[in-house]
Structures are given as C-alpha cells and as structure tokens.
C-alpha cells in the first residue's frame, strides 16, 4: 500500500537472511556479528529530548549521597558508619539493599562514557575504593550490603529474597566501571567477588544448583559471560554456564512459548546472558532461544508501546493483552532489558524491526519514565485509563527500576548507530555525532525528531571515505519518505521496513537530507480489536484526563515497604470511547499543535486532548480507548 519503488536499496527481508549465511564461525571464537554496536564514549548527544533527559538523570545521580549508598555494606563488613540509613528497598531490614548501589555505579560509569564526564567518574572511583576497603575488611572475597547468612538460606531452601540478583547488581557496576571508566580496583574486587561466587557454587550438584536458579539472579550468566570475554579465562565461561537456567530455555529451544505465569523480569536477564553464550561459542541453540524468546515478547507479549508484562507477570496466553491492562503494566525494568537483548538480535540479523522496536520502546518507554523535574523513575508504567505515572520520591523508594532507569537514561547514545565492513547503520533519529574512527569519520546527525519527520546528516572526513550509509525507514512513515544528497533529490527510496542505502566515496561536507513523514495510526489489541491505541509515527499518543484529585502527595508513592508495590491513593476516572467516522484515524483526529505535537479528536461525545505518551507528567491519561465504526 506504501510501499514504493526504489533504486539502489537494499530489501530489508533479504537482508538478514543473506548476511545470516556469511556467519563465519572461526575456532571458539564465535560467530563475525552482521552489525557491530558502538562503544558508549563514540557518540555524543546534540541537544534534543535525549540530551535533556540525561542531565536530569545526571542530577539525580549527583543528588545521591555516596556515604548513605555505602551505609549498610559498611555496617555488613563490621566498619563504622554514621550515615542515615536509605529508605525503601535500601533500608537496613530490606533484603535487596546494596542494588542501587550498583545500579548506581554502572549510571556512574554509563554516563562517564557517554559525556566524558570526570564528575562521576571521581565519584564512581571513590565508591570501587570505598567498597574495596568492605570487601578487604570482609576478608573472603565476598563483598555485599547483607550477610552471607542470606546465601545460607538460598542453598537450604530458606525463605529468602534474591540474593543473587543484588549481588548481580554489584558485580555488574563493578565491571562497568572497569570497562566503561578504566577502574582497575573494580576488576580486583569484582574478580574477589567471582572467586567467592565460585567457592559458594562448586559444591552443588546439578539439582542443588537447579533449585538456586529458582530464585531471581539478574544477569549473573551475562556478567560473568562478559567479565570471560573481558579476561579471556575460561574458568569463568564455565562458571557462567552454571547460570544457564535449562529450565527456563529448553521450551524456548524448542520454539515453544511457556511463559504464561512466570515474572517477566526474572527471566529477560537470563536470555540477555544465553545472547551472551551465542556470542561468545557460536552455539546456534542459544541464538534460537534469545531470538524465539525475542519475537515472542514484541510481537505476542508486547503493548502498543513495546513494553511488557502486568504485575510483573505474563499473566496470560501469547496474544492475549486485552485484559492485561493496569496500573502495574510494564515494569521499567522489562522495557530496559529487552532494549539490551535488542541490541544483541539486531546485531545477529540487521533486522529493521528490530531497531524499529527499539525505537518504539525507547520513545514510550523509557524516555517518559523520568520526572523533569527532579529525575525520580517510574516503576510501572500505568497503561490503565484515568490513572497517571506514579513516580517514586526522593531517597524513599529505590525500586528496581529506580535502578535500571538510572542506566537507562545515562546511555541514551546507545544503538543510535552499527557498523559492519561495509558500512554503516543510522537506526535512530537523535541528534549526535558519531566517532567513527575505524573510517577517520564523524558522521554529524542533527535534528528535532519527533518534532521533525526527518534527520540531517553530515559527514566528517580528512579525506574521502567508501562506505554504505544505511538510513531506517521506519514501518510508520508513509509515501511521503525522500531524501536529497547535498541539495538534489535523489531518485528512489527505501519502502518502509528497511533501509535506504547509499554506497558511494563520501567527502568532507556531503550532506544528506531524509524526511519520514509520519501519520496517524491506529493499534488495535491482537483479541481485541476494537481497544485500540492512536500513533502517530513511533509515538504513542495518550489523551489527557486531567489531574482532578492528583494533590501532590497523591501524585508520588508512598514510601515502599519492602516487597511491596506503589499504590495508587484515588482511583480511576473514566475515559471516553471514541467513534471511527470512515476509513482512518485522520477523519476524527485532528493535528491542533503548530510546532507541539499536540491533537484533538472532532465530533466525538467528550473529545480529548492527544499529545506523545513520553511527554505527559502529573496528568490523568488513557492509552487505550474503545473505538466503533460509525
Ligand atoms: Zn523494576
């Protein structure tokens, strides 16, 4: 229906399937990855919503008092300490307390890479000496924010939380700040730390091991995956592999979806870590799981906004989101790990729908999930009508996804950009600059996307280039889609669902102008099709309901006790059904906003006020709505 004609493009259902069969798989190396991502420290935000975004979380990252971050680890490894206790899931009876901590040095270390910010690399370098002089007073290796007494109860069977995914945590900022700040004390500790892991699981048979990946464990099969590729010890793969939970991934193997009743992110962690294994042994079994597992979640278990879950579950059959609808669904924690797993498919296969979900969730899922104001994070991301974000307060929560949104909004340069030998992929509209040194290039994006349906890029070079720039075109944008190189219009143009391709010796100063309209669009539920969400281009467009009863203490969560969720303190108000006059959403929705993207329905009973999902904060809202044929 859109699709054109185009020269010179690549098809973007060939594409996979003829890189797939270039895999190289050299001695235990691993497969040759189709599209390579960037390291964080190569691309730098222009300004826009993204670099916005990053100095708030950059705020709230230097708001966080380090000696109360180090209180309890202190307290655990018998030193002195007079700092206030944290609140929330930090507080000194919590059984997670000591996550933020390393949620927190991986912010640190995410967000020093991305800016070059000497700020909180000083602080994540005090926070690993600090935490050192823990770990040397603990004298084992073992380095935490609670006893080992916790670990005794997850070996026999006790009633425990999940020590494992916290100490995931810890040993995950610890490598980050090796990794992404070039701490070398992070990778002594974080190796005490592993030897201790090691000493703690060589005991246990297969079934003893078996019953302790029951309980949540992060990603501890990933880090230690990465912390092997990082050290080249293969003792360490060994270990990981230990962390594998077979349980959980022979049905996936199998290509079968057995994820009804299971918490969702328990498990995406632990098929980032199988994505791990592929990569690193070439052992297809883990591709078919990760990339079953990753078609299953976007396109049977995904909202319109690309996240998942309800109460944190999958509580229903695959295509069933109809009734899955609250205000506990997608927990902020499942959209950040499954933009991490979607890196690693997309650069399996340089699918465009892979970065087309990525988009999709990145704009409705992470980028609204942080108060302008003072950064707090949302847990869940409310997709009930009439109910509104319900943000956490200040040193009172520290919820998982305080945790993950920390990183998330510090590495917001992420999978902008690919590269494989022959070129490059531009796979996000955010106005940055890429240092793509490999080629002597920069490659300068500038932009206002969303507000502006297109990108500006500009190459950089000393000297001319040969390389294929690849631009997405996204599956949304419309017949309108062109691009001009340098001034002149070019011929033909990718159909939506691939990449437009331009393989040609650039020059300092070539410039090529791409312009994505975008339309409105509705989004049906798979069983049911008259709940539908309204998009327009990636975003989702939620309507305003107002802020009747949202007094400020009502607007934020209340402290939370330990393992248990925020509560909404007033209720819902009810959102109007619509009526679909003629063929499309352009026949009873109307664009209202000159520069905002702001929309109105027409001629409705009660017509609402749409604007994008990631821009509403304090407001009442509804995502989906009923909508009839006329
Ligand atoms: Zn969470």
Redesign the pocket.
Known sequence: MRRRDFLATTAAAALPLRRLARLRLPDGAGPALPARPFDLDRVRLGPGPFRDAMQVNRRFLLAQDPDRLLHMFRLTAGLPSTAEPLGGWEAPVNELRGHYTGHYLSALALMSASEGDAELKARGDRLVTELAACQRALGNGYLSAFPEELFDRLRDGKPVWAPFYTLHKIMAGLLDMHALAGNAQALEVLLGMTRWVARWTQPLGAEAMARVLEREYGGMNELLYNLSARTKQDWLRDLAHRFDHERFFAPLAMGRDELKGLHA?TNIPKVIGGARRYELTGEPRYRRVAEYFWRQITTQRAYCTGGTSNGEGWEEEPGVLSTQLSGYTQ???TTYNMLKLTRHVFGWTADPAAADYYERALFNGILGSQHPRDGEKL?YVNLAAGLWKLFGTPGQDY???TG?MSEAFAKLGDSIYFQDDAGLYVNLFIASELDWRERGVRLVQETRFPEEPGTTLTVRASRPARFALRVRVPYWTTSGAAARLNGRPLDGFAAPGGYFVLDRSWKDGDRLEVTLPMHLHMHPMPDDPTMQAILYGPLVLVGRLGTEGLTPDVLRAAPTQPRTVPEYKSGPVAAPAFVSRGSGPDDWIVRTGRGALEFRTTGQAQDVTLVPFHSIFDERYAVYWRVSEA
């Open positions: 992110n927990e902020d924690c847990y919820w998982c996804c993950t």
